[in-house]
């Protein structure tokens, strides 16, 4: 259970995140929207543990952040807004590197089968050589690496063509409903959301997000 608790953050006295409280349980797919600057990015790296908030705290599985925030990283995965690999090493050679940091070992063969549940085949390719969907893959490999209880997929999708899409929203399904894993995910694309999502948190002003996703039969809750 991740819970959320009353969380605001300013950034030099610039109100970002104002009182936001919510809970996930083991298994759900959360959808965050909201516009552009609305802080999805800054609340997911938060729930990451990469930002301490202003105030409030954030609770998984009954531990506080506040004191607990080293040991609590090992259930956390988090694919950031932007692409953080090694671009002069392989698609190999990556998983390698960061499987050695993870806490979990896994043979050569399961990061391969890794790559090839998100769709991506060059394994020995040079990471420059790839697309930006195809690097974003990779991306979403290396958090997969160490079976995080709670995946923070910061628009995750953006640049993967159509059937990619879909068939890692339907690898990202298994994961959450299979293994119970919570999944809270940013996108702009409304159909991704609803597919994939069981609700949706909706934070900022705007009142946009909440009226397009209204006859969707989607819970959505306004923060
Ligand atoms: N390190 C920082 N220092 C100062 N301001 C920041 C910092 N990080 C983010 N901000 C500001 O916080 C606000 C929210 O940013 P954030 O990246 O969380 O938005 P977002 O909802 O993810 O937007 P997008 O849809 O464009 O990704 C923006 O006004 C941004 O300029
Ligand atoms: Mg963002």
């Not at 083991?26 to 999805?40: C, D, Q, S």
């Not at 697309?131 to 160490?146: D, V």
């Amino acid at each position: 259970m991740l819970n959320v608790k009353s969380i605001s953050k300013q950034y030099h006295k610039h109100a970002i995140l104002n009182n936001i409280s919510f809970q996930i349980k083991p298994g759900e797919i959360v959808g965050l929207i909201g516009e552009n600057g609305a802080g999805k990015s800054t609340l997911l790296k938060i729930i990451a543990t990469l930002e301490q908030a202003s105030s409030g705290d954030v609770e998984l599985f009954e531990q506080g952040y506040a004191k607990n925030r080293k040991a609590l990283r090992k259930y956390i995965g988090y694919v950031p807004q932007d692409i953080a690999i090694w671009e002069e090493l392989t698609v190999a050679e990556n998983m390698l590197f960061f499987e050695k940091l993870s806490f979990q070992s896994k043979s050569s063969e399961e990061l391969k089968q890794l790559c090839l549940d998100m769709n991506l085949q060059k394994w020995n390719e040079p990471v420059k050589t790839l697309s930006g969907g195809m690097k974003r893959k990779l991306n979403l490999a290396i958090t997969l690496i160490h079976e995080p209880s709670i995946l923070l997929l910061d628009e995750p999708t953006v640049g993967i063509d159509l059937k990619s899409k879909k068939e890692i929203g339907s690898y990202l399904f298994k994961q959450a409903k299979e293994k119970n894993r919570m999944i809270i995910y940013t996108s702009h694309d409304m159909d991704e959301i609803t597919e994939l999502c069981d609700r949706a948190i909706c934070i900022g002003e705007d009142t946009f997000y909440p009226e397009i996703l209204k006859n969707t039969g989607k819970e959505i809750i306004s923060l």
